[in-house]
């Protein structure tokens, strides 16, 4: 048995900490989610939805308790509210959409044969879910694994220990059954162990490239599928038509927001030469502005990163860019301590021979290069191990969608940054993973197709 502790990037302290299972009681968890999956599904669809949609407001009557609690597990400043806008948003829109997403696929009937294509489920969906956005990211699957009629076993990241505790609570006390959501605590070994011996029918997985290779490796020969979310490196292109001060503004807040630990948060910028001095010195501007500090603080506008380690390779990454010749705009911070609480910065001078510009930062740091054409932004872009989003900036959008066919990555917005849209398939393409969350796809990774040949005449 391993003890999991939540060091609060506040001030050090442990925050909370958790036994994880014993090997025995790990698999008796996910023993008892296998026998209650085929009651779960029996039950009509309308019933799953109401029961789901009841234990996601039930974690909204606690987001006072919340946003407090997320500050101090993970950093986030409490002027921004917490996660359950978007929480609610995306299992509403799966509820929504779960009639028509898992309806029969006919495919023809007449005197002879009655023949369709049934969406059913895995059966125990296994959720590996990351502390940057502990809620959306793991409502992504939970909801709709959940309505398809899977039982969920969740694993949240040590760093936000107390989540999946919660989540759980929420949806007990809505009436979806203990055996049927149960949230655990697992050390590395016995996750492994848990998905080699087949517990689990499909592994969704939102977290570190390694820690996706991880899973591959422990399903190796299993046929269990596994459903990654892993490292990005997602840029913005402000091409020389686009609004300079809305591209500005949502760039610098893509990548800033949240200490910069955002999935698919801005970490390299391309600007069009035409726009680029004017670009560089209101975003330097913007940022010289923020404010840094407590997370607890109403005032404070960016707070640490989660973990002084996360903090080391950021600050790694801009002293290797500097002594390289990158330009660093911003000056320390007074509250810049040297650990979690770590100043924002905006280098120019960069290259991709620098890791700053290839290696995932995850951190409140954004390099931004001069380019003279959509070609080059293209080569640059796609100069990447990585491809979750690619954020253009321009007043066509004909021209967005043709850069946009030529960019490797899972999703293209246009005139917006960092955001998910649950209608849209979240998926990724390179390191980044495979699979794809939300919309009708995520309902069809979450089930198998089975087909139905139904001979009604043997004569």
């Known amino acids: 048995m391993t003890t999991l502790r939540c060091i609060s990037p506040i001030d050090g302290s442990v925050y909370a900490e958790r036994d994880t299972l014993s090997p025995d009681q790990a698999r008796a968890a996910a023993d008892r989610a296998r026998a209650a999956q085929a009651e779960w599904a029996a039950r009509p669809l309308t019933e799953r939805i109401r029961l789901v949609l009841a234990g996601v407001a039930a974690v909204g009557a606690m987001n006072d308790e919340i946003v407090p609690e997320l500050a101090h597990m993970m950093g986030r ?107 655990v605590f697992l050390d590395h070994d016995t996750t492994s162990a848990l998905i080699a011996d087949r517990a689990f029918d499909f592994v969704n997985f939102t977290g570190s490239v390694g820690g996706g290779a991880a899973m591959e490796r422990a399903a190796a020969g299993t046929f269990t599928g ?27 807040d893509a990548a800033m927001y949240n200490a910069g630990q955002c999935c698919c948060g801005i970490e390299r910028i391309y600007v069009h030469e035409s726009l680029y001095d004017a670009f560089v010195e209101k975003a330097v501007a913007l940022v010289k502005g923020y404010k840094l500090g407590n997370p607890l603080d109403p005032d404070t506008t960016i707070g640490p990163m989660a973990n002084t380690r996360f903090a080391a390779e950021v600050r790694a990454q801009i002293a290797e860019a500097v ?66 989003t690619a ?8 021209r967005a969608a043709r850069v946009g066919d030529r960019v490797e990555t899972g999703t293209v917005f246009m ?45």
Request: charged share 20%; net charge negative; aromatic share 8%.
């Open 77 to 183: 400043p409490v002027r921004y509210g917490g996660e359950f806008g978007g929480f609610n948003e995306r299992a509403a829109y799966m509820a929504e959409i779960a009639e028509s997403a898992l309806a029969d696929i006919a495919v023809g009937e007449d005197a002879t044969f009655k023949r369709y294509i049934r969406r059913v489920p895995h059966g125990v969906v296994f959720v590996v879910a990351p502390w940057n956005y502990p809620y959306m990211t793991a409502i992504n699957t939970v909801a709709p694994a959940l309505i398809a009629g899977n039982t969920v076993v969740l694993k949240h990241a040590t760093q936000t220990l107390l989540v999946g505790e919660r989540m759980a609570r929420a949806f007990h006390s809505a009436g979806v059954p203990e055996d049927v959501f149960q949230n």
């Open 226 to 252: 596994v459903g990654t979310e892993l490292g990005g490196k997602d840029p913005g292109y402000v091409m020389d038509d686009a609004d300079l001060d809305a591209a500005v503004d949502t760039l610098v």
């Open 323 to 388: 002594a390289d010749g990158a330009v660093a705009h911003i000056p320390t911070f007074a509250e810049d301590d040297g650990g979690a609480y770590l100043t924002p910065q905006i280098l120019t001078n960069v290259t991709h021979d620098m890791r700053v510009m290839r290696d995932e930062s995850f951190g409140p740091v954004v390099g931004i290069m001069k380019v003279s054409s959509d070609d080059e932004a293209i080569a640059l872009m796609n100069d990447s191990d990585y491809g979750l």
């Open 391 to 398: 954020s253009l900036w321009t007043a066509d959008v004909d």
């Open 415 to 459: 005139n917006r940054a960092d955001y998910l849209d649950p209608g849209l398939c979240w998926t990724g393409c390179k390191n980044t993973g495979r699979g794809g969350g939300l919309s009708v796809i995520g309902y069809q990774n979450l089930t198998r197709p089975k087909s139905y040949h139904l001979k009604k005449v043997t004569k």
